[in-house]
T-cell receptor
Framework: DADVTQTPRNRITKTGKRIMLECSQT?????MYWYRQDPGLGLRLIYY???????NKGEISDGYSVSRQAQAKFSLSLESAIPNQTALYFC?????????????FGPGTRLTVL | GENVEQHPSTLSVQEGDSAVIKCTYS??????FPWYKQELGKRPQLIID?????GEKKDQRIAVTLNKTAKHFSLHITETQPEDSAVYFC???????????FGKGTSLLVTP
């Protein structure tokens, strides 16, 4: 089945380290998103991309960067990780059909920054 | 930017009762309002959505209502079952783009 996958699923790192989270999808969708989930704060948008040449900042982009290497891949980087970036990170995709369409989420990456 | 408020943050009901979760939004240009369900340890999944040209939508035991004038929308679950226990998120999408702004979530517990 077409799906959204994320690697790694769990990661523990130290303050100051560079971290990359990867997202791949086989749904053939053009739009990809990175969200962060913290208890009691819901899902907050970090970055999103509507195609390979398009990168847009979300609500909480400071401290993060992204790369859209291909239609199917969207990676999130933390250049110098800090403890308050400890969270559950979700990648999501949606397609271009219609005015709005469902976002499909990956399984999530649990990141701990010590 | 868009601000989505969601209430209550926790909700406990007995099996068979109804549950209602309410959201308000700030951007009058928002025109798409989905609801996502996230079971423990799982990814969020869309359960129902509504567009601004519709006031109500139903899918079996779940329904969503939208009041554009008051800028609020609600999720209604009837005849609740233990498997309805999860965190529910509302969201709104501004007209200018398609990224979603989520509420902070409601943790629903259905007790047998």
């Amino acid at each position: 089945d077409a799906d959204v996958t994320q690697t790694p699923r769990n990661r523990i790192t130290k303050t100051g380290k560079r971290i990359m989270l990867e997202c791949s999808q086989t749904k053939g969708h053009d739009r990809m998103y990175w969200y962060r989930q913290d208890p009691g704060l819901g899902l907050r948008l970090i970055y999103y991309s509507f195609d390979v040449k398009d990168i847009n900042k979300g609500e909480i982009s400071d401290g993060y960067s992204v790369s859209r290497q291909a239609q199917a891949k969207f990676s999130l980087s933390l250049e110098s990780a800090i403890p308050n970036q400890t969270a559950l990170y979700f990648c999501a995709t949606s397609d271009l059909s219609g005015t709005h369409s469902e976002q499909f989420f990956g399984p999530g990456t649990r990141l701990t920054v010590l | 930017g868009e601000n989505v408020e969601q209430h209550p943050s926790t909700l406990s009901v007995q099996e068979g009762d109804s549950a209602v979760i309410k959201c308000t939004y700030s951007d009058s240009a928002s025109n798409y309002f989905p609801w996502y369900k996230q079971e423990l340890g799982k990814r969020p999944q869309l359960i129902i959505d509504i567009r601004s040209n519709v006031g109500e939508k139903k899918d079996q035991r779940i329904a969503v209502t939208l009041n554009k004038t008051a800028k609020h929308f609600s999720l209604h679950i009837t005849e609740t079952q233990p498997e309805d226990s999860a965190v529910y998120f509302c969201a709104a999408s501004p007209q200018s783009g398609y990224a979603l702004n989520f509420g902070k979530g409601t943790s629903l517990l259905v007790t047998p």
